[in-house]
């Protein structure tokens, strides 16, 4: 994982500061930091260039790199397939030798067309002038841009922005995940005015929903709101090939009436047992497999020092997750469990945002108890809300609690692996210090409720600066984990939330496909980015299982019912081979634990303004980064 950043000037003349060289970029990569200056004077541009590497892969290879050529490389990626990269090479280097020998747009195509694994780069091609940026199809790495008619800075491309005046907030923009754009510097720097080429991805299906998907309004809005002086055309000819295969549309003419009599509200193992037909057991152990496979590539693509002891036989933890003890997080770890070397433990990092002290109850009166006898009178005890008892924290927020208990499903089914349950506590205080000094700056562009709680709540869990139960004595902690698994992805395919329901209770499974392909079409601009920029903060690596390429062609072929039956009870129906799945590699009560979003369940939603609604902009994130 890195911090890239390029900055075009069309202008020669200009001065060497630009946007390139933010502390910001300096924290995504701690490792290396270089920066190279490429101008023609005969053209009339200046491309400024700045990498800062978080070494995971191979012999650590300073950004940006240049060939004999005079290309120039920035990559913020992971190869995990498509592309031969051998354990002890490393990626950047890899992909840079095959665009070296790239000689058309069709060959620079076809290469990330075949890359599988999460992306953006910047790519100089010397001998023809051109600056080539994108991300991949998802969006899973950040990459912003803006543009300005202020001919030294017409272009800055970026990870992560420093800072925000006020008339920067509406100009940097998350570039589009819609395919790879192409800028012609030699015409730029003549011209003085700005035409880029989008290389959209296209799919071999023409199912329309399949088209919606890849290129949504949403993303291609973007492109519509750009100045006047930037033109993008897009290549109808020359294109990508879409890494994943068409989402499956069937729709069933029946579907059998559920065998499930659980209430709504209460599910358990026996339920799951009953819809648990040899179909569903086949597609749960495939999607184990498909996963597991998916899970490797990602815990086992880092550095390993095997003479970094933390105790006796016993090697510090190189893979944490953002973990709540649902579902998603739970098979994770199960996953992980499998190909992590056993020797070393696994960060489980679980976050909670301060409650408020329940208020005490006056004492009850004769309409509202009910007396118990004790010794010949009566005493009065009310018979609901009780007092807390002296246990209680004002950090056991409904994810800490579903999170020990995950802890004690993970010992049942690895009693040797050693689970580091990292306890993240927050108080309202420290919430407030860091969004002014660090996260509003990484969550912008994004500016809704919805962002900054999530935006926090990751920022906070990933940091991994938090407590540990060691030989039941209370320790202070701190996950050096350069990796982080997150399971985004899972509800987005699986009808994870609330809005799922509503949309097949309307729409049925014609429109409930529908919202799914949405899901996936703008994840890349709803969570990806911002993900992406909030990890990376602590020079830390967020890697997604659940969106691997293989992982989500083989759910897009599954039909619907098959993924998720929202016919059956919340707990159950939705995600439904994903609990399948958990009940396959041995876990329990985790299996039917309903969806609950992370601000709710970290309480950081309850923690300022809980009016808010998730949609509405966020004054905190509007002026919190103004000093």
């Not at 800075?153 to 995940?177: G, I, M, N, Y």
Request: charged letters at 25%.
């Amino acid at each position: 994982m890195c911090g890239i950043c390029c900055t075009v000037s069309l202008t020669v003349s200009c001065g060497d500061r630009s946007d390139c060289q933010d502390s910001n970029l300096r924290r995504r990569g701690p490792n290396s930091s270089h920066q190279l200056i490429k101008s023609d004077s005969a053209c009339g541009y200046k491309c400024s260039f700045s990498g800062h590497v978080l070494h995971l892969r191979g012999k650590l290879t300073p950004q940006p790199l240049q060939d004999n050529n005079g290309n120039v490389f920035l990559w913020n990626g992971e190869v995990f397939g498509g592309i031969d990269v051998l354990p002890t090479d490393n990626d950047t280097q890899v992909i840079f030798c095959h665009l070296s020998s790239c000689n058309d747009e069709r060959d620079i195509l076809s290469l990330f067309s075949c890359v599988r694994g999460p992306w953006a780069f910047i790519f100089y091609q010397a001998s023809s002038h051109t600056l080539w940026f994108g991300r991949d199809f998802f969006g899973r790495r950040s990459l912003l841009w803006k543009f300005s008619q202020d001919l030294e800075k017409a272009l800055c491309l970026t990870s992560v922005t420093e800072s925000f005046s006020e008339s920067d907030l509406t100009r940097w923009q998350e570039v589009p995940a819609l395919g790879i754009f192409r800028l012609d510097l030699y015409s730029c720097g003549i011209s003085k005015s700005m035409t880029m080429t989008l290389y959209p991805w296209k799919s071999t299906s023409e199912d329309p929903l399949t088209k919606k998907l890849i290129l949504n309004e949403g993303q291609s809005q973007i492109l519509k709101d750009l100045p006047t002086f930037i033109t993008v055309v897009k290549s109808e000819d020359k294109t990508l090939t879409s890494p994943t295969t068409p989402l499956n549309r069937q729709i069933p003419e029946a579907l059998a009436e559920s065998c499930c009599t659980a209430p709504c509200n209460i599910v358990t193992l026996e339920d799951i047992k009953v819809v648990f037909t040899d179909a569903r057991r086949k597609n749960a152990q495939l999607l184990i497999n498909i996963l597991s496979e998916a899970t490797r590539r990602r815990v086992l693509c880092l550095p390993r020092d095997k003479d970094h002891l933390v105790s006796e036989g016993e090697r510090k933890a190189n893979v944490a997750i953002l973990f709540s003890g649902g579902i998603d997080s739970m098979i994770l770890a199960a996953l992980a469990d499998r190909h992590v070397p056993l020797e070393e433990s696994i960060d489980l990092l679980n976050v909670a945002f301060m409650m408020k002290a329940p208020k005490k109850h006056k004492a009850p009166t004769k309409k509202n108890s009910k007396y118990k006898k004790q010794g010949g009178s009566f005493s009065p005890v009310p018979t609901d809300n009780l007092d807390p008892p002296n246990s209680w924290s004002p950090f056991d927020v409904p994810d800490r609690i579903t999170g020990r208990a995950g802890l004690d499903e993970l010992k049942a089914i690895s009693p040797t692996r050693t689970w580091n349950f990292v306890e993240v506590d927050v108080t309202l205080e420290e919430l407030q210090e860091m969004r002014h000094q660090r996260i509003c700056q990484l969550v912008q562009p994004l500016n809704t409720v919805l962002d900054d709680s999530i935006g926090c709540a990751v920022w906070f869990a990933s940091r991994g600066v938090g407590t540990l139960t060691s030989n039941g004595e209370l320790k202070p902690y701190t996950s050096a984990s350069k990796v982080v698994l997150t399971g985004i992805g899972a509800d987005e395919q699986l009808a994870g939330y609330s809005r799922h329901r509503v949309c097949f209770k309307t729409l049925g499974h014609e429109g409930l496909i529908d919202e799914l392909g949405m899901e996936l079409g703008r994840i890349s601009s709803r969570n990806l980015g911002r993900d992406d920029r909030v990890i990376g903060d602590h020079g830390k690596e967020a890697r997604f299982p659940f969106l691997d390429e293989d992982v989500v062609s083989f759910l897009n072929s599954l039909p619907v019912w098959e993924k998720a039956d929202l016919t059956l009870p919340r707990g159950l129906g939705e995600k439904l081979i994903l609990r399948l799945a958990a009940v396959e590699l041995g876990l329990t009560a985790s299996s039917v634990l309903p969806k609950r979003a992370m601000q709710f369940g970290s309480r950081i939603a309850k923690m300022e303004n809980g009016s808010e609604k998730a949609s509405d902009k966020c004054s905190r994130l509007q002026t919190g980064h103004m000093n």
